[in-house]
Nanobody
Framework: VQLVESGGGLVQPGGSLRLSCVAS????????LAWYRQAPGGQRELVAT???????IYSAFVEGRFTASRDNAKNTVYLQMNSLKGEDTAVYYC???????WGQGTQVTVSS
């Protein structure tokens, strides 16, 4: 299984980013997927889970600011992040649930 995240970068507080994650080596449509993040010095935490049917469950800290989605035709999962805050600074990862090997992640830095 290979997971390749992209779309991170430096953004000012209040800004937006759209992350993408392409998965290969699995029958993508059969898997529950999730976005995670790991802040500097912190543990990896769950951001959102996307069921095979496309239903999304968000962690409380998202507070309606993020939207996760999947495109089974493209083997891709997305995370649209709006109203970004400094505390959203982290490396963001996607993975299946249960998890396979982790990809390299994509760095999101929110700073003025």
């Amino acid at each position: 299984v290979q997971l390749v995240e992209s779309g991170g970068g430096l953004v000012q507080p209040g800004g937006s980013l759209r992350l993408s994650c392409v998965a290969s080596g699995i029958i993508f449509s059969l898997y529950k997927l999730a976005w995670y993040r790991q802040a500097p010095g912190g543990q990896r935490e769950l951001v959102a889970t996307i069921t095979t049917g496309g239903r999304v469950i968000y962690s409380a800290f998202v507070e309606g600011r993020f939207t996760a989605s999947r495109d089974n035709a493209k083997n891709t999962v997305y995370l649209q992040m709006n109203s970004l805050k400094g505390e959203d600074t982290a490396v963001y990862y996607c993975n299946t649930v249960p998890n396979y090997d982790w990809g390299q992640g994509t760095q999101v830095t929110v700073s003025s």
